[in-house]
């Protein structure tokens, strides 16, 4: 008993490192005063980007769809997938940022200010849901259902709303990309 305590607070403890380290990370990398040259092929990864927020939000749609019919197999799958596809995400987000210089949004002033919501609330909120969703897998995967079901309750929301948001600012920005 005592050494599943211990490992808790060590997972509790890594959980709150990661939520603050990887936002932390991606700020740091993002603003690098020279742009790492990495080659012409990383202005192909926002549309792997797009593609991967994409599929997240498929991914989260049939977890959903599949816990709500019971077929915790499939949820499980999805979930993990989602989850997979995230950490896919935040690494060629990272490299892309770090070798390209921002794409300046050149719609009008109506289509900017819904752009610009979409983006903020995106950044935002794609940083408040990293603990949620550590927290979510650590209670599943450690039996810890009743508390995996009080977590998620927020946590797949905000999860898809991240990722839906992640591919509608992609769609908007796409038209401008240099490349």
């Not at 740091?28 to 927020?53: E, F, R």
């Amino acid at each position: 008993m005592m050494s599943e305590q211990l490992e808790s607070k060590k997972s509790m403890l890594w959980i709150r490192v990661l939520s603050i380290a990887i936002p932390l990370a991606v700020a740091v990398l993002l603003s690098l005063p020279t742009k790492l040259d990495l080659g012409d092929w990383v202005y192909n990864l926002p549309h792997a980007i797009g593609a991967i927020n994409t599929l997240t939000s498929i991914c989260l749609i049939v977890a959903f769809v599949a816990i709500k019919k019971k077929n915790i197999a499939l949820h499980k799958k999805m979930n993990s997938a989602a989850f997979i596809l995230g950490a896919i995400f935040l690494v060629l987000y990272v490299i892309y940022h770090a070798s390209a210089e921002s794409t300046a949004f050149g719609g009008d002033d109506t289509t900017k200010y819904i752009y610009y919501f979409f983006l903020i609330t995106h950044i935002l909120l794609s940083i408040g849901v990293v603990p949620l969703v550590l927290l979510a897998f650590f209670y599943a995967l450690n039996g810890m259902i009743e508390r995996h079901k009080r977590i998620v309750k927020y946590t797949f929301p905000i999860w898809l709303y991240v990722s839906v948001t992640g591919v509608t600012v992609y769609l908007m920005i796409s038209p401008y990309y240099a490349h």
